[in-house]
């Protein structure tokens, strides 16, 4: 991350300066005040998801839940500390009812659950690489935008979609294997 | 489909009162937890916002498109769904536009607007991931994670190109 990070945002800001010095400040600031802004909106989506979370953790439904998925957190993740697998498959179930919004806190919970050193772990790995080969399973969001461009069958991608997505995925924890090894 | 999550919520409540557990509580010692994650995460949304937006101001993007348009034609990736391939891992809303961009000039129902539906359906904004997912763990070396991350997004792209001309 520090090399791609550096690499391009060095080229792109010197690119800029190159061709239009003024706005080089401008466009920096920008980006922090649209964080910014970003940050506050997930803080919103975090607030109802980690609410609605907690509740299901006191009630037991998120021990219950890993349970149900306790064969497949196994296979990939191997033997899991239990809160880790909790949030795990918390992570899990918001992906597969492709609720994307609440996969992320889920996540970030499991992981921080997972991380102790400064390299990330196997576990930590793909975790990560399930959740970034794109396992959203309906993309709500493109048959949106093709309804609203007039398309005539606006969910007719959903096939071809969910093949591709099945083959990245699939890939995905394939190279983990690859890469890290068997679950310990 | 519409009904899903709003009823899952109203059913976590509701059991949540059957077991005699304090609801109100609960949630809020929950939500407290969002704002301490939402601060964890901005200086890492700062970085990359910088990184998109010089990259779009300067033309960059446009440049390494062009550059990068004949390779992946040998993947069978059409030309004018490259430049939403190359931004799809630094920035959802970017390509996004690409997308919008894509419908307008050939048609939401032409090959390549359903080629770039399902490059934007089955990718994710890699590198968004990988800054928000390690904000709050003392991560700084995430070996393989990304380039596996990267390269299952191409593959799921140059599926994509090679599914839509069948489907």
Same mark, same amino acid.
């Given at each position: 991350?520090?090399i791609?990070?550096?690499?391009?945002?060095a080229?792109?800001l010197?690119a800029?300066?190159?061709v239009d010095?003024?706005?080089v400040?401008?466009v920096?600031?920008n980006?922090?005040?649209q964080a910014?802004?970003y940050?506050?909106g997930l803080?919103?989506?975090?607030?109802?998801?980690?609410g609605?979370?907690?509740?299901?953790?006191?009630?037991n439904?998120?021990?219950?839940?890993?349970r149900l998925?306790s064969r497949v957190n196994?296979l990939?993740?191997?033997?899991?500390?239990q809160t880790a697998a909790d949030?795990? =498959?918390? @992570?899990?179930?918001?992906n #597969? +009812?492709?609720v994307?919004? *609440?996969?992320?806190p889920?996540a970030i919970?499991?992981?921080?659950?997972?991380e102790?050193?400064?390299?990330?772990?196997?576990n930590?790995a793909?975790?990560?690489v399930?959740?970034?080969?794109?396992?959203?399973?309906?993309p709500?969001?493109?048959i949106?935008?093709?309804?609203?461009?007039? =398309?005539? @069958?606006?969910?007719?991608i #959903? +096939?071809?979609?969910?093949i *591709?997505?099945?083959?990245?995925?699939a890939a995905?924890i394939?190279?983990?294997f690859?890469a890290?090894?068997?679950?310990? | 489909m519409?009904?899903?999550v709003?009823?899952?919520?109203?059913?976590v409540?509701?059991?949540g009162?059957?077991?005699?557990v304090?609801?109100y509580?609960?949630?809020?010692d929950?939500?407290?937890?969002?704002?301490d994650?939402?601060l964890?995460?901005?200086?890492?949304l700062?970085?990359?916002?910088?990184?998109?937006?010089?990259l779009?101001?300067s033309?960059?993007?446009?440049?390494?498109?062009?550059?990068?348009?004949?390779p992946?034609q040998?993947?069978?990736?059409?030309?004018e769904?490259v430049?939403?391939?190359?931004l799809r891992?630094?920035?959802?809303s970017?390509s996004?536009?690409?997308?919008?961009d894509?419908?307008?000039?050939y048609g939401?129902?032409?090959?390549?607007?359903?080629?770039?539906s399902?490059?934007?359906g089955?990718?994710?904004?890699?590198?968004y991931v990988a800054?928000?997912y390690?904000?709050?763990?003392?991560?700084?070396?995430?070996?393989?994670?990304?380039?596996?991350a990267?390269?299952?997004n191409?593959?799921g792209a140059?599926?994509a190109?090679a599914?839509?001309?069948?489907?």
């Amino acid at each position: 991350m520090n090399i791609i990070w550096t690499v391009i945002t060095a080229a792109a800001l010197a690119a800029l300066t190159a061709v239009d010095p003024q706005n080089v400040l401008s466009v920096c600031l920008n980006s922090c005040s649209q964080a910014l802004t970003y940050a506050l909106g997930l803080c919103a989506v975090y607030c109802l998801w980690l609410g609605v979370f907690n509740v299901a953790e006191r009630c037991n439904l998120v021990q219950s839940l890993s349970r149900l998925l306790s064969r497949v957190n196994k296979l990939l993740y191997g033997n899991l500390q239990q809160t880790a697998a909790d949030y795990v =498959s918390l @992570n899990m179930a918001s992906n #597969l +009812l492709g609720v994307g919004n *609440a996969a992320t806190p889920s996540a970030i919970a499991a992981i921080s659950q997972m991380e102790r050193g400064d390299k990330l772990s196997r576990n930590g790995a793909m975790l990560f690489v399930i959740n970034a080969a794109g396992v959203q399973l309906i993309p709500t969001t493109v048959i949106g935008l093709r309804a609203a461009a007039g =398309s005539a @069958n606006p969910s007719d991608i #959903l +096939l071809p979609n969910l093949i *591709a997505t099945a083959l990245g995925c699939a890939a995905g924890i394939a190279l983990v294997f690859a890469a890290y090894g068997r679950a310990k | 489909m519409n009904y899903v999550v709003p009823c899952l919520i109203v059913a976590v409540l509701v059991y949540g009162l059957v077991r005699r557990v304090p609801v109100y509580n609960a949630f809020v010692d929950g939500a407290r937890k969002s704002f301490d994650l939402s601060l964890s995460i901005f200086p890492y949304l700062a970085a990359i916002f910088i990184m998109v937006n010089a990259l779009h101001a300067s033309g960059l993007d446009v440049y390494v498109t062009q550059v990068f348009a004949p390779p992946f034609q040998l993947l069978g990736v059409p030309s004018e769904v490259v430049q939403l391939v190359l931004l799809r891992p630094f920035t959802g809303s970017g390509s996004l536009a690409i997308l919008s961009d894509v419908y307008a000039k050939y048609g939401a129902d032409s090959y390549v607007g359903r080629c770039a539906s399902v490059i934007m359906g089955s990718s994710e904004t890699v590198f968004y991931v990988a800054s928000v997912y390690f904000a709050k763990t003392s991560v700084r070396r995430t070996g393989w994670a990304i380039p596996i991350a990267l390269f299952c997004n191409l593959l799921g792209a140059v599926a994509a190109c090679a599914l839509c001309k069948i489907m």
